[in-house]
């Protein structure tokens, strides 16, 4: 892990195309602005925790239908 120090309006750049700018610190927070390509997914880690795990949850859905319907269809060929 990298560590920096930056004070208000300094900025970090990740790659050519990622801007990550203080852009305030008041008392025990820090805000952040981040400039990135429109394609590039940014989340807090809390959102991106529940995005996995719903992920993993339709995955898991997904396949037991999968398997159901692959098993209706084979016994609709015989």
């Known amino acids: 892990m990298l560590v920096l ?3 208000s309006g300094e900025r970090i750049r990740v790659g050519d195309h ?5 852009v305030e610190i008041r008392e025990n927070q820090v805000k952040i602005g ?3 390509p429109p394609g590039l997914a940014i989340h807090r880690d809390e959102i991106y ?3 996995q795990e719903e992920n993993r949850m339709a995955a898991g859905a997904d396949r037991g239908a999968f398997r159901k319907a692959a098993d209706m269809w084979k016994g609709g060929k015989k």
């Open 5 to 7: 120090t930056r004070k």
């Open 49 to 51: 925790m529940r995005i």
């Open 18 to 22: 990622v801007k990550i700018t203080v």
């Open 34 to 36: 981040i400039e990135a």
